[in-house]
């Protein structure tokens, strides 16, 4: 059992009070003084060439004080260095319905409505291209020409391990299928806003409801050519993210544009549909893919082909195409495996990370695979699987380094509480289970732009009052990063969380961190704070030994954490003891309930008050003040794209399902789903079941409902009464495991919690739904009127 | 954002008179629990007219009482979750309390009225949009402009020819209880049976004339226990009904059957049988194959019209089941 007092410990977050009664300011809560008021015109055409864009007569309105077209801006924007190729505004042509295309800055909002009418814009259609395997063919008009590409085609990646051919013969049953997704909204409830503040200097404040407020720093500094040092981006309260706001955004860069050249503050606001616009979902994807399973080697191979639509930009698309083959690598070994992705552009919108990104469509169609190839060969699809999942420090293939992995004792679990034995291919017609896998990276060990900096920083300081403040660049987007690093912090300070204060995501008050993306914040920002904790801790320690007039301990420097596979031998903190689960920090005292006791030595058995030894510290040494620091180990191979999908450690999850599907109807309803969720230490377990909870729902929106609706390339379901975001009713009961391994370099033995347990879900229905009807559904949603017809056909193949 | 616009709350019928005096056709707009009105006026500013007359302060649209000859009214104003949660309803026609509970979400029961259920607003993939939407695919014809996106032979010229599908759940059991509907002009007060009310017409939707309201309800309670509704849609809260089905079975000396649908058509869709001999397989086959000719779906929903239309047998039948009708 852990000795911990705050880790592991049920917390509600912080800030929480605020944002139930309203107190909690958000992005569009925050009064600039005096702002202009900015407004998008947006493109009514999926393609075609503008020609000709006119403001004169919207700027000759009274009130109207700036306006901006693509031809304002020099540069293009993307998250990913080596694709930025989306224009703030539209520059020449637009590429999708909804595309912004020019810009006003008003007095009022009426008067920037009445401006955007009076843009005279006139267009040149082209012929869209909507369609992914269309893309893929070579046209006259490629969406990109300056790209000078044939097609539409934006990137195509291709990774081969072991002998596909040997594998696939050496397998005792071979299945195979082909599956559809269709494209997804993020649908986080705070639409996009931004408001820009200006000083006499021209230096610009932005507050933006981003998870990324230091890649949106570098990327005003871009597309503006200002220095960064001119810019400070600030993430307010934010309102969900799901990876919709990882990408540093056109309006985002507009707006600070309308603030340089009128002088004035300025207020954004999209309403829901430009949401729908600005957010990068999940591609629309088509996989086929084959699977080789033995009953006694496990999967001998597997071989996909999968097409992702990418919309009009290229966003996070290089990363999802390599994700959606590298995120096949776990939780089973897979010695001989091949995929190939190709990423298109169309006239839609843009897709690019969504929570899972990359990996949770291949998931599906791999999960239902495996279980095809369980029912071919008569084997329990959960007795197979515990079979099959990795064991802890091993190496994939592709050379990812699975340090912990408690998936087999987790889905063991699962079995016995879901009575699984006594339900599969037992339960009347109609009422299923069934089961799925999946894993996840804790962070991307690589950040996006090649550099040396530190992936997170935590700055820790204590003034007089004993108060501390932790400084963090991470985004809380309601995930609870803040409450995490506070945890951390009180854990090892040994004070409650009312004495610690988290400023986060401020670029000109925190250090830089990368960002709440790839669920990299627990593991990478949390080890940061964990370590600038420690370093306080030190001089505390110092300081009561000064008071307690005994010698300061000398540090063991305790062994590196049982180091597996430390590739490169890359430090992560200047002393790698710092990482890990190990609470010992071999000071000899005590911190507990703001006192610090001498545990050994002459002083054993005196305690000091925490804030008296605080005054000493501060009178000897002014106000203190650590910093921890977190670098990924060098990590991977040497091949093409062996960089994507490395991470420090991974999450594993496995779902058994249980359905009710009205033959009738063909409606599903998810009854019952028993998660195992392998995060490591559950640092905040009511974060966790949170995180559970909601990527279920998530989870089940894709599994059963959600898509965006396109008709002639404009979206015709772009609210929240037509985007179909599951309701309570729909949520099912759900039985959680979650405390199930310590990972040797999370921080207190955490790993990431809520991302990777969206993936499964979804196959974990359709194999429900299998063991219920008997049907094999391969295109998602697996709505009602898919499953009657799937059912009717059956039928049919019956009489 | 909203626009602004002249508000007027009439304490009575005879104010409401006055003030409708001075006012043009088409220059205002009733509202009462306004759940369609304020997210209209939100969406379309420039489409609303510059007045919007509150019937909430009307007491002569309220109350639920019972009328003699086993009837029962239910004042226009009536809340949906007050109607699911009258005594009275819940005793004498517990179906409509039932399918006013399952309207919509709760926060809307709690504003939306019986009335505005009667006469809430067709609705169309192509019609409820935003402006940017409608500029995309040009305005139809419900949105002022000249063309249905669903009928490609209703192009440019023709003759408005709205296809806009009707989702009022109430409308259907109203239908099946024979429901009449008191209504209040500036010539008086007049009564319209609930189906003769309904046109087939997705932008015009009935007849109700320009200052006309709907006082109140009055409903037959003689086989208000004979009467089931059943409705489908994707999520079990928020939406409207992709399909939903009332029954009303009466077996005595002769069976009689009937059957609305909502949301697929135009308008509610009544289908009334009768048979001396009792052959009630045969007669419900006949609901099934009526319903299923006279059903138009259109891709306007977030179901396909062919599943759409497949369903509505399948909810004729549910309905039968909970009446305990057993098939042989």
Known sequence: MSSYTVIGKPTPMVGSREKVTGKAKFTDDIRVANPLIVGLLRSPLASAKISRLDLSAALALEGVRAGVTGKDFDSTIGVLPISRDEPPLARDCVRYVGEPVAAIAAESSSLCRQALELIRVEYDPIEPCLDSRKALKETSHPIHPELKKPSNLHKSVTQQFGNLEKGFASAQAVVEGSFDFAPLTHAFTEPFATQVEIDTDSNLTVYSATQVPHYLHLALSGALQLPL??????????????????????????????????????????????????????????????????????????????????????????????????LLQGPYPIPNLSFHCDRVYTNKLTCGAMRGHGGVNPRFASEVLLDMACEKLQLDPCETRLRLIHKAETLTVNQFRITSCGLKEGLATAMERSRWKEKVKKLPFGRGIGVACGFFISGSALPIHWNKIPQSTVRLTIDFDGAVTVYSGASDIGQGSDTVLAQMVAEVLGISLSH???????????????????????????????????????????AACGILEIKPPRYRNPKPAESFFRQGGRKPDFDSAYLGPNPDYSDGFLFQDAKISALSGKAKGKQLDYFEVVKTAVEDHGTLQTQGIYLSPKLGGTFKGAGAGLSPSYSFTAFITEVTVNPQTGFIKVDKVTCAHDCGQPLNPMAVEGQIEGSIHMGLGQALMEGLDYVNGAVQNASFLEYKIPSAFEQPEIEMIYDLSRDNEGPFGAKEAGEGVLAPIIPSVANAIYDAVGIRLCSVPMTPDKVLAALNAKRGNHT | MMPSFAYERPRSLEELGKLLENLEAGSFLFSAGATDVISGLKSHPQSYPKTLISLTALSELKGVRLLEKNRLSIGALTKLSEIAENALILKQAAVVAQTAAKIASPQIRNRATIAGNILVNNRCSYFNQSRHNRLVHQFCFKAGGDICHLIPAAREGHSPLCRARFVSDLAPVLLLLRATLQLWGPDGYRKISLEDFYTPDGIRRNNLKSGEIITAIETDLSC???????????????????????????????????????????????????????????????????????????????????YRKEMIAVLIHQNLQKLGWKND
């Open chain 1, 229 to 326: 040092h001119k810019i400070r981006v600030v993430k307010p309260y934010l309102g969900g993210g799901f990876g919709g706001k990882s990408d540093p955004l056109p309006h985002e860069i507009v707006a600070a544009r309308l603030a340089l050249i009128s002088g004035r503050n300025v207020r954004l606001l999209l309403d829901r549909e430009e949401t729908f616009f600005t957010s990068h979902g999940r591609h629309p994807t088509q996989i086929g893919m084959r699977l080789g399973l033995h009953s006694k080697k496990g999967i001998t191979a597997l071989s996909g082909e999968m097409l992702i639509d990418g919309g009009a930009y290229a966003s996070y698309g290089v990363v999802t195409s390599y994700y959606n083959g590298v």
């Open chain 1, 500 to 542: 610690i204060k988290v400023i986060s995501a401020d670029t000109r008050l925190c250090p830089v961190d990368l960002g709440s993306y790839s669920s990299r914040v627990t593991f990478m920002a949390g080890n940061a704070a964990r370590n600038a904790a420690i370093r306080m801790r030190k001089g505390l320690v110092a």
């Open chain 2, 224 to 306: 208000a226990k004979n009467v089931t509704y059943e409705k489908l849609r994707i999520r079990n809260t928020l939406d409207f009904p992709s399909v939903g089905v009332a029954v009303m079975l009466n077996v005595t000396e002769s069976m009689e059957l009937a059957v609305c649908y909502t949301g697929v058509n135009t308008h509610p869709v009544l289908i009334k049988l009768s048979d001396d001999r009792k052959n009630g397989k045969a007669m419900i086959q006949a609901a099934c194959d009526q319903a299923k000719k006279s059903a138009q779906p259109l891709r306007q929903d977030h179901f396909p019209p062919s």
